[in-house]
């Protein structure tokens, strides 16, 4: 009886909702989710840098105590509430919904990364053109310091010239591309090229989440699948070219002694969350639009194991031509490869230029890391709407999603994010990558959600969840990372963070203002103590209104109709709190 109940409200709730069409599109949009950028630039340049293949030890390690039981105690979670990542924790803990909106701040400044789709469009439309512009110095914007590939791959190169010199790829990356301005002071004026891209990808955006899940899990058909078949070819072209052994070597080498060194633990770390989207509410949400009897636990190894292969297999692919690049230019590894952007808009365009058929590898590239960071936005935008709108279920709900709103959103984020396309904008996108969502918000996060969960709403009563929807009991080793490893970990991490903070320096020189630091604080702290205010107002209000324990904060109290159930149907009532029978 308690089953068949639980399976109706389900029923009524996903009708007024909407759900997944297939599984398949569910595991499409995670994938997509998922495998991102950090993926391809993030996970390589961090292995070269902290070891090379000693890297994947500690990366393994928080992978499996840290990764996998996260990644399953959050999709478990929305697909048995139903709910996004704010009212999901009406029914599970209350006390706890300040990581909800949390969430919600964090997500404002995710969707800040949607600047590398413009970046990327603007590229791949110069990319057809008959002679690439970041191969020669003949354009307009060059300076006199230029040097184009041709003469920075020849040997008879001055050595002065070289170092007084930028290369081609720069000077378009900074002169065309950003038109950088001194710092942040100096917004200057918005670029129209960069604009016009920008709007393109909001506009596409909208029109992958208008209808929500009904039109996103078509859209990751094309999305989550295509970046597949341009890292495929990139990978067989980079194997190929000479050279592409030194790059590999470079990647996979083990210098076994940088696994004492602390930082690579904890950069470790910082890769798993970052490339498995944990503690940022994306889980929870795309797994709400799950059947209530879908396996979660199965989707879960097989997700968090496409996210790491990809991942390393990615390595390969830019690091063989990386050895290529080094090897043109006479040079080693190490000085030609970097982090971030410099990876992507400046090397790779490069190296591609070196090869035969440049437009052809460079338009590859450029798919593949557009289609990306396309997946991964279009998704956060549509956890944010869908957050938003279950605190209005009468309103959104019942006459399906108003697409006036999603437009709405849309509109106001992109004049936002115009500021992110003026002369100064890279100064502003660094601060937000660097402040706004940085790794001790996630690490602070997680610690409070699996503090609240495991220990609040009570580990057994998850178990006994995943049990009931998945058809398994998981094994007991999830309860103990849930309970104490990730607590104690994320705890670390989020102090060590503290300790050793650093200001942010852009390209290494240039030092913010003052005032820019305040605001980087400001926009941390405001997703951070969010959790922390909830909890003490909820306290407040509960002992000044009401006679209830504070318990009843922590977990949600049963349906009065089912607490005559037997004992031996104790754990069927258990999954029955007064939230979901409501």
């Known amino acids: 009886m308690n089953r068949q109940r639980r399976k109706e409200v389900w029923q009524r709730r996903t009708e007024d909702r909407g759900q997944w069409a297939s599984k ?248 798993v969350m970052f490339s498995y989207s944990l503690s940022i509410g994306t889980l929870p949400v795309l797994a709400s639009y799950n059947e209530y009897n879908n396996n979660c636990y199965k989707d879960c190894f097989w997700l968090c194991l496409l996210n790491s292969g990809t991942s390393f297999v990615a390595g390969f692919a830019v690091f063989s031509v990386l050895g290529f690049m080094a090897q043109s230019q006479g040079v080693t590894v190490d000085t030609v490869v970097d982090s ?18 440049p437009q052809f590898w460079t338009v590859c590239f450029f798919l593949m890391l557009l289609f990306l960071s396309v997946d991964t936005h279009f998704v956060t935008v549509e956890c ?76 057994d009563r998850i178990f006994n969840i995943i049990e009931d929807m998945a058809g398994q009991r998981p094994n007991v080793f999830f309860k103990l990372c849930w309970k104490c490893i990730i607590p104690a970990v994320s705890l670390i991490s989020f102090i060590l963070y503290l300790v050793e903070y650093q200001h942010l320096k852009f390209n290494g020189w240039y030092v913010y203002p003052d005032w820019a630091y305040a605001l980087g604080w400001t926009m941390m702290l405001s997703s951070v103590l969010m959790v922390p205010l909830w909890a003490a107002g909820k306290i407040l209000v509960t002992v000044r209104t009401s006679t209830q324990h504070l318990s009843a904060l922590c977990h949600p109290a049963e349906d009065p109709a089912l607490q005559r159930t037997k004992m031996g149907e104790e754990t069927s009532v258990e999954l029955v709190t007064h939230g979901v029978a409501t």
């Open 384 to 459: 944010l709407i869908t957050s938003i709108t279950d605190f209005f279920p009468n309103l959104f709900h019942k006459k399906g999603r108003n697409e006036i709103f999603v437009l709405v959103i849309c509109l106001v984020f992109f004049l936002m994010h115009l500021m992110l396309v003026t002369e100064g904008g890279i100064y502003i996108f660094q601060l937000f990558d660097y402040y706004g969502a940085t790794r001790a918000c996630n690490y602070f996060m997680a610690f409070f959600q699996c503090l609240a969960l495991s220990w609040g709403f009570g580990a």
């Open 24 to 271: 398949t599109e569910y595991l499409l949009v995670v994938a997509g989710q998922v495998v991102g950028l950090g993926n391809v630039w993030r996970f390589p340049y961090l292995c070269y840098k902290n070891g090379g293949g000693a890297f994947l030890v500690p990366y393994g390690l928080f992978a499996l105590l840290f990764g996998v039981p996260l990644f399953l105690l959050e999709t478990a979670i929305g697909q048995y509430t139903q709910e996004g990542f704010v009212t999901c924790w009406t029914k599970l803990c209350p006390l706890a919904q300040g990581v909800g909106y949390g969430h919600i701040i964090m997500k404002m400044f995710d969707l800040s990364f949607i600047i590398i789709q413009a970046w990327a469009l603007f590229y791949l439309v110069f990319s057809f053109s008959s002679q690439l512009p970041w191969a020669s110095c003949e354009n307009t914007w060059n300076t006199g310091n230029c040097l184009s590939l041709q003469i920075l791959n020849s040997n008879s190169t001055n050595q002065t010239r070289l170092e007084n010199a930028t290369s081609a790829a720069v000077e378009f990356w900074e002169r065309r591309v950003l038109g950088m301005s001194g710092g942040i002071e100096e917004l200057g004026r918005v670029r129209w090229e960069l604009a016009l891209c920008l709007l393109a990808c909001w506009v596409f955006c909208y029109f992958s989440i208008w209808k929500s899940v009904r039109s996103s899990g078509k859209v990751a058909y094309v999305t989550a699948t295509f970046p597949y078949a341009m890292l495929l070819i990139l990978l067989i072209r980079g194997a190929t070219l000479p050279g592409a052994q030194d790059g590999i070597y470079y990647y996979l080498y083990p210098d076994l002694n940088r696994l004492a060194n602390l930082q690579v633990w904890i950069e470790a770390g910082s890769q």
């Open 340 to 357: 971030g952007p410099g990876l992507a808009f400046i090397a790779y365009p490069q190296a591609a230029a070196l090869m035969p058929l």
